[in-house]
């Protein structure tokens, strides 16, 4: 839910988002769409050109979540208690907003470049339970590794077009492109310097070419 809404119990799989994604689509009267999505969005991607293949055109997957192994502190996210507490597992609301919010991007948050993009993202989540955000974030993050595909489904995708990750990404490693580079061999790996898990965020100019580079 929202702020202090309860759970409305809703499903959190890439398959429910990825029906948003064609409602969307519907509604603007596409037939067929490239997708770009960034780390959930990518694994939404993923699971549209599976259960949607004649919708998608090409997909560009930008650090996506839930095909490699996330870092040690994302994969750890479901066993943090919270709000308040005793014990290495505890975190202030804040201290645990501020903890996330840094390892999104790769300078550190009082950077002029990223200061900006950190107040706006303080701003959004402003009023919002940190308790029922942390348990809808563990019920996504057990809905990925529920619907993980193996290589072999993933490897049937000959949509993927682009992978793309930031160099410096402290929630999925970049390693993560080699990976994912042997299951698509045809698809182009880019890596952008000087970025984290959101570089379309963090450096707009330099990945604003990136995706029409990848699908040329």
Known sequence: GFGADPDPGWDYSPSAYGRFVLDLMDGLGLKKAVLVGNSLGGRIAVALCEEAPERVESAVLVAPAGLTPPATWAAAL?????????????????????????????????????????????????????????????????????????????????????????????????????TLGRIWPAARVERIEGSGHAPHLETPEAFAGVPGRVLA
């Open 78 to 178: 479901p066993k943090f208690r919270m709000p308040y507490g005793d014990g290495p597992d505890n975190l202030s609301p804040r201290a645990f907003r501020e903890m996330a919010l840094a390892q999104l991007f790769a300078a550190p948050l009082d950077h002029p470049r990223i200061r900006p993009l950190a107040d706006a993202e303080r701003e959004a989540h402003r009023g919002i339970s940190l308790v029922g955000f942390l348990k809808g974030s563990a019920r996504c993050l057990a809905a990925l590794s529920r619907t993980a595909p193996t290589e072999a489904r993933l490897r049937g995708l000959s949509q993927v077009r682009g992978l793309i990750w930031g160099r410096e990404d402290r929630v999925i490693p970049a390693a993560g492109a080699e």
